[in-house]
């Protein structure tokens, strides 16, 4: 971690436990943030937990945020408070989060290793968490699925077997670099936020195609991927965390299972 | 700028023009890379204006790219050359020039404003570019607007009726925000690059739904918003780049026109 770097300058103005502000029900994007903090065994609040922690989602989320003279107001949730510092999105959050909870590389050494990390998250966020999404709301974010069921098959279909190998392959190509260094991580040899991410978003695709995961898997084409989901998955403070009641189940958010949208590829 | 940030620390070491690899043809997700360039006064070279400049993006676009040590395999173009560095990723490039081209605020006595340029970045880009985006895609990426245009018709529609004002209501409430300061600027009283993105999402979108924009200007409620437009337009260096052989014009890239999308709203 570099001593120099903004991060690390306000730590001492900013010992305070994280807060974040995003939704109940679901691992959502939302997820990516908490698997960085149980990682570093961060103290943080989250308002999935909270009684009465949906008010503040719900501020948000309608633009009735708080009276604030520095923060600028914020889109949507995931949203992390940390002092008086009021941040939203999922990888500007993970990008402030990364260093302080040591979660980069050397950054002193190769400051530059900070864009490559940033640069698999938003790949990763893009292919195999905002595609996903789409799969369920081809036509309207603002509409249900089961309006449009006949065009989220067609988009899904497309999905898993064009677009899931494409970005799959990308990251089995990451993982063969020299880059990626030794280890089962993405980059220069340490466990970075970006494997996080990727193990989510692989997470959840597992569940929501579990036919057309386990043939790919099976195909052993993208080996290194999948031994990346399972080396962070093994992880001891992830592993208690995802058998925690901290960790909310899969159900009404990104990552969805429809038996009709269960093609194998 | 905050001298003690990675960015400043490398510079001496890389005081080398800047790469832009990208498409020919049209301005897409490159047009911010060049715009932050633009304006900076920047010495940099651009693919799209070289005599097989296409076979550097087509190079990184197939995972051929060449052999390298240090940098990780990238998915897509835009991608940056500076020295031996080689990044991709739209907000990520944008992250790395930032500061090095003086369009954030001032980091030293203001370091998470970073992280609020960069969120209203990331913004603007989900919502008034991919959206736009996936308005001609809305099944599969890989298909032809042709081949999907009654569905591309519904979510145009979707989009320009509730996604175009609410994220246009979005920066609406940024501008009128303290954290926006005096001026036209969406952060901190001063030009950054998110005012550039904004800038170049806005006149896109001006271009593949004017019937709409046209309506929505007119309505006055994003005010500020069409004022930053101009603004960012009357830049001298913005103004006379726009009128240079160097801007690409709009043709099948992002934003495209086609008249049965051109929704009024």
Same mark, same amino acid.
């Given at each position: @971690?570099?001593? !120099? ?26 997820? &990516? ?17 909270? =009684? ?10 309608? *633009? !009735? ?18 002092? $008086? ?12 989060? #990364?260093?302080?909870? *040591? ?6 050494? $190769?400051? $530059? #290793? ?18 996903? &999404?789409?799969? &369920? ?9 089961? $309006?449009?069921? =006949? ?37 220069? #040899? ?15 695709? @597992? ?12 195909? *052993? ?17 992830? =592993? ?12 009404? *958010? ?12």
């Amino acid at each position: @971690m570099a001593s !120099e770097t903004p991060a690390k300058r306000q730590k001492s103005s900013k010992d305070v436990p994280y807060r974040l502000i995003y939704w109940p029900g679901f691992p959502g994007r939302g997820e &990516h943030i908490r698997l960085a903090l149980e990682e570093a065994g961060a103290e943080y609040v989250d308002t999935a937990h909270l =009684e009465d922690g949906i008010n503040d989602v719900l501020a948000y989320n309608s *633009g !009735e945020q708080p009276k604030d003279e520095t923060n600028i107001p914020l889109f949507a949730p995931p949203i992390l408070q940390h002092g $008086d510092l009021v941040i939203s999105q999922t990888p500007n959050i993970l990008l402030y989060l #990364g260093p302080r909870l *040591g979660l980069v590389t050397d950054l002193e050494n $190769d400051p $530059d #290793g900070l864009y490559r990390i940033n640069s698999l998250v938003l790949t990763a966020l893009d292919g195999l968490s905002n595609e996903p &999404h789409d799969c &369920h709301h081809p036509i309207a974010t603002g509409l249900y699925y089961e $309006d449009q069921k =006949e065009e989220s098959k067609r988009k899904a279909e497309d999905y898993v077997k064009n677009r899931l190998p494409k970005f799959l392959g990308y990251f089995q190509r990451v993982l063969e670099s020299k880059a990626s260094g030794d280890g089962p991580w993405l980059y220069g #040899g340490k466990l970075t936020y970006a494997d996080l991410v990727l193990f989510q978003c692989l997470d959840g695709l @597992m569940f929501m195609f579990p036919k057309a995961t386990t043939k790919l898997e099976r195909e *052993g084409k993208y080996g290194k991927v999948f031994a990346l989901h399972k080396a962070v998955a093994e992880r001891p403070r992830i =592993e208690s965390y995802l058998e925690s009641s901290r960790r909310e189940k899969y159900s009404n *958010g990104i990552y969805r299972y429809y038996e009709e949208l269960d093609f194998e590829g």
